[in-house]
């Protein structure tokens, strides 16, 4: 008798969830998010919460391309200054109007250096930014800024909020916070507010599973309906091939590289930079360890973006050229222990990466083996994240580092703050004054054809003095199961508004 | 009459059994031992030789136990890396043998204030969760040899502390002790000459089921990417490389799985046998 | 009894103090700077120098140690530098999960291992016996991330039988929906909470199961035990009244320690399971370099480890008369 009521029970619950999941989505995430102010977001999560809770000016597709969100329209009446037209209309989800008062606060807020956004660094060209009426924002740039465009789909915040956006957030966006359980889940729901109406998905379910198997597992076993990048190439390659799962594969906005230290004596020379790069196989790492999820590169210009040149090429796999570079520049075996030496000092590398990573630990150490075997006296350090990029590579106290760039929207991103003299984020000392105007052109040039001749220029260039070494470009890979709520379109950032039926 | 035939019956056969654990366990420990010893004359391949043609192919008659995720021989990479585990877990358990013991002779002897303060020096350690100190330690010495046995010394000192500090204050009243502090021997001598020799026999017990631990915390190390840097054979990381790929090329992460869990077995049961020989007291307390 | 315990809760306090001090030693000398992890790469040296002052991290060691534990004896320890909440907060969320896990792994090991333990002491040198003690060993031997990845491999991926993932609902809570007539999210959080427990309990479960046989050998000898045999009491009746209750006297004292242990090793489980838990939270702050939270999870398992320690040795007293606590 219980045991059918049992059954009944259960019956009747198993029901009452089908119908409601038709409408609902539980995407697996590896990290939680730190924050939900779009101004201080900086992990994967966070912006891609952000995304939905928030909506910026213009609203990034697929391919790149900004399209009117928040803003209607906007026009350029010269170089350094940039108007636009917000919709009638707009409310935030708690009901207060947005207008320009709320455009102007939040980049003011970026901007001032106290406090502390982690990029403002993308926004600094801005000079001001003021409401010219209620519906309209203009900026004034110190000088051009080409790359603003696809950087102004920062979430808009309410300039008169008195809780903390970071755990309350309220913005203007296709969905609102539901639920946060921290470390475990982010539960988002549809917002009626949203300029366009809500989206055809009502719950979204954010779960973190920081191990990549185990999310990989989950999403198998159907506790996941959504998983995408970083996953191991292990589970792409069998997820991709498994018939019951629906899978995009594309091309991402990432890329993993060496950033070689051209401040030490052994690397500041591009003859000797080149020589090593020669012994990178990165037709093996990225066919037999990255088991051809991602690509190999030829320069620092990506291949979804529209600067792309197929016929920049860096310094390809040549052990023999690497030894004749080698001893060209005076490294020879002297006293046969196999190996190379100069003036009684030994050819020795330290090659470094970070330990979250296997992929690119097993890079690291392939190379080692490749470097060992051509003479040369290479050491691996592995330390964790923090460690690694906190306090060593960021300290410029590396050789030849192994790491990464996400979100290369433009090729400014890629570029100028990490190659410039004197950048920001130029931890190996790189100088070339050439390199440094070609790119300040390509970011002050507002003629896409105009910045294209001069990210190509650049890219040339990088690729034979190889400050950076692109090993390869990340693929986005994205696993979704069957009978999904809404039509998907992936977008290579990873957000979920392709994923809840909104244009993505 | 009957008591005895009673209890010759019931102890017969688990004298046999513990007898059978010493033997077990110290067959297979010392063919470890063995192995590492020898490993430069029993390896069939260079432990750097990548094919990676090859990678993932099972055992074979080229390569006795398959090859793994670079295509390099298993087999000799595990020997070497058997030098390497068990290298760290001497070092490791001397040291933490040395210092426990001389914290728990000291506390255990002089008593009183001394005794209080190295006891909250202990419940210090061991308040700590094991995992991060050792992960702490390993962060601040950096990669190593010496910095990886050291921060497994950190966290297992204390064991040999409260056993060796319950041993001397058990012997401190026997007769003989007693005697010689009559007679006015000093402190460090009636240590040395009297107590210590009393308490090697749980010190190896503890040490040699010390082994077992330290080499699985190794591997934890290097699955966690805090241990020794690649490209060194640890066992670590052939498990931590192995449990990647566990899904569709299973064989290196038992393999690497299994010749932990042998070895660690291996010292475990040496230590049982050991105990029911050395420490009659503990004869069947397992 | 109340002085005994009122002495050792004071003697938490310089234990306290010390773990709090070494803590901030070992944290101060890792290198990774909080601050310029929680900007990301793309952050300026001077975006991270304003954040390191706001956040006080620029002031000498001994001023920021000063300042921990002036507000440690108010009651806060601190706001997490990455996810913007009171430390105290954040750990009081997520202390029911591992607490739960750990309880429920030692239930398991306790049963398991009790169970096994008696089994093997009822004919020692048998087959059963022989075959028990060499599960026990392997269950000792097997290194508990490897043990956790082939049950979640087999249980969850290749046979289907249970989630691989996270935690259903609060036990406690499901316990009493049950009771009200809703049976369902109970089922749902033993699923969950199956694999991480077993891949726990394992380890204990084996060393338990060997301490109770060996302790049972030992009473199943005694006077009193041979006693009532010879008044002719049944055997079964023998082991289970009389032997097993004296025999768990020892084991007692040993599952409060490995409670102790399952805390610690539910750090690399829960990691594995996605198991919403101290342990997991552990290894993201530890990633991360949370000073403040680092510092809270390493006081609060002190404080519980201190606590286990208390009642299994008060326990012991109250189970065991001849024992005195001094």
Known sequence: MFRLRLLAATAAMALATGIAGAQELVIGADVDAGTLDPRLARDTTAYRSVNLIYSGLVHLTSDLEPVPDLAESWESPDPKTLVFTLREGLTFSDGSALTAEDVVFTFETILNPDFSAPQRGLFTPIESVEAVDERTVRFNLASPYAPLLSYLDMGIVPSDYDGDLSTDPVGAGPMVLSNWSRGSEIVFSASDSYWAGAPAVKEVTLRIVGDNAARAQAFEAGDLDVIQSPLSPGDIKRLAADESFNSNLAAGLGVTYLNMNTSKPLLADPAMRRAFAMLVDQSTIVNAIYEGVDEVANSIILPSSWAYDASITQPTFDPEGAKAAFAELGWSDSDGDGVLDREGQKLSITLSTHSEDPNRIQAVEFLQATMQQAGIDAQVQISDWPSFSTGYVQKGEHEIALLGWLNIVDPDRLTYNQLTTGAGLNWGGYSNAEVDKLLEEGRTALDQDARTQAYQKAAAIIATEVPYYIISYQGYHLFYKKDMPADVTANPRGTFRGMIGMPG | ?286 | MTAYVIRRLLLFVPMAIGIVIVTFCLLLLIPGDPAAVLLGQEATPEAIATLRRTLGLDQPAYIQLFIYFGNVVQGDLGQSIFQNAPVSEIILGRIGATLELAIVALTMSAAIGITLGVIAAMRPGGIVDASAMVLAQLGISMPVYWLALLLMLAFAVMLGWLPAIGRGEPLLSAFGMAIAGNPAPLLDSLSHIALPAASLAVNSAAIISRLVRASMLEVLNEDFVRTARAKGVRRRQVIWKHALRNALLPVISVIGLRFGALLGGAILTETIFAWPGLGQLTIAAISQRDLPLIQGIVLTFAMIFATVTLIVDLLYAVVDPRIRLK
């Open chain 2, 1 to 286: 009459m009957a008591d005895t035939k009673l209890r010759a019956r019931r102890f017969r056969l688990p004298r046999r059994l513990r007898n059978a654990a010493l033997l077990i366990g110290a067959a297979i420990s010392s063919t470890i031992i063995l192995l590492a010893v020898f490993a430069p004359f029993l390896a069939t391949h260079d432990l750097a030789a990548m094919d990676m043609v090859n990678r993932f192919s099972g055992p074979s008659v080229e390569h006795l136990l398959g090859t793994d995720n670079f295509g390099r021989d298993i087999w000799s990479r595990l020997i070497y890396g058997a030098r390497i585990s068990l290298t760290i877990a001497i070092i490791a358990v001397v040291c933490s043998a040395i210092i426990g013991t001389i914290v728990g002779l000291v506390s255990g002897y002089f008593g009183g204030w001394v005794d209080l303060l190295l006891m909250r020096l202990t419940d210090i350690f061991l308040g700590f969760p094991p995992l991060l100190l050792v992960l702490a330690v390993v962060a601040v010495l950096g990669p190593g040899l010496f910095n990886v046995a050291a921060s497994l010394v950190v966290v297992s000192w204390t064991e040999y502390a409260r056993v060796v500090r319950s041993t001397t204050l058990s012997l401190r009243e026997q007769n003989y002790v007693q005697a010689a502090r009559a007679l006015g021997a000093s402190p460090w001598r009636i240590l040395l000459r009297e107590i210590l020799p009393n308490s090697l026999g749980p010190i190896t017990v503890l040490a040699s089921l010390g082994l077992g631990t330290a080499i699985v915390w190794e591997s934890a190390l290097s699955f966690l990417g805090f241990g020794l840097p690649p490209p060194a054979p640890t066992w670590g990381w052939s498990l931590s490389y192995g449990t990647r790929f566990i899904r569709d090329e299973p064989w290196l992460s038992v393999v690497s799985g299994a010749a932990i869990m042998v070895t660690v077995l291996g010292f475990n049961l040496l230590g049982d046998g050991l105990r029911d020989v050395l420490d009659p007291r503990h004869k069947n307390r397992g």
